[in-house]
């Protein structure tokens, strides 16, 4: 996050009424949260994958292959879009994390916004997350670890990433599913 971000962020963070929030967040939670065995199973399977944007393929794959250890697992050329590739990471437990590259667009810088990605969190085994920790302090990957178990960082276009050293379905010791 850029220090123009993060100021602008917390200048409109604090005209934000945070009693209301948490008022709100307390309803939302009592209209709507059931406990876990008053939840209908899931009508999903699980994650397929998620896609994001690659303005380089090459450079896309040695980041996540080489960089985060997320082996590479098909490439082939994207169904919707003639000359486009579409590849793949496996990320563990049969999800994957795909890319488009999309040649003769000028897609633009990646950009959060409203309705659009925030980030995405993968859970890695707990040597593995120092690992890499310790892999981005080498190499000067800049880097913002948090409460001892997430490290966000942005790839090659600008996505951002969280590594979380968390097992599935928890988050900061707190069972979330």
């Known amino acids: 996050m850029t220090d123009q971000h993060a100021t602008a962020d917390t200048a409109a963070h604090d005209t934000v009424d945070l009693d209301a929030v948490a008022v709100e967040r307390d309803r939302?939670?009592?209209?709507?949260?059931?406990?876990?065995?008053?939840?209908?199973?899931?009508?999903?399977?699980?994650?397929?994958?998620?896609?994001?944007?690659?303005?380089?393929?090459?450079?896309?794959?040695?980041f996540y292959q080489d960089l985060l250890g997320f082996p590479l697992t098909e490439v082939v050329e994207n169904r919707d879009y003639p000359g486009s590739t579409h590849f793949f990471?496996?990320?563990?437990?049969?999800?994957?994390l795909a890319f488009f590259d999309f040649p003769g667009l000028d897609l633009g810088p990646y950009a959060e916004v409203l309705g659009g990605l925030h980030h995405v969190a993968i859970s890695m085994e707990p040597s593995r997350w120092e690992a890499i920790v310790e892999r981005f302090e080498a190499q000067g990957v800049e880097h913002a670890v948090h409460s001892g178990t997430s490290v966000y960082f942005t790839d090659p276009d600008g996505a951002r990433i969280e590594l979380i050293a968390d097992p599935l379905g928890e988050m900061y010791g707190e069972t979330v599913l």
């Not at 990471?89 to 994957?96: A, E, S, V």
């Open 28 to 62: 939302i939670r009592a209209t709507h949260l059931r406990a876990p065995g008053d939840r209908p199973a899931s009508t999903a399977r699980g994650l397929h994958h998620t896609a994001l944007v690659s303005s380089d393929v090459d450079r896309t794959v040695r």
């Open 89 to 96: 990471f496996d990320i563990g437990h049969d999800n994957l």
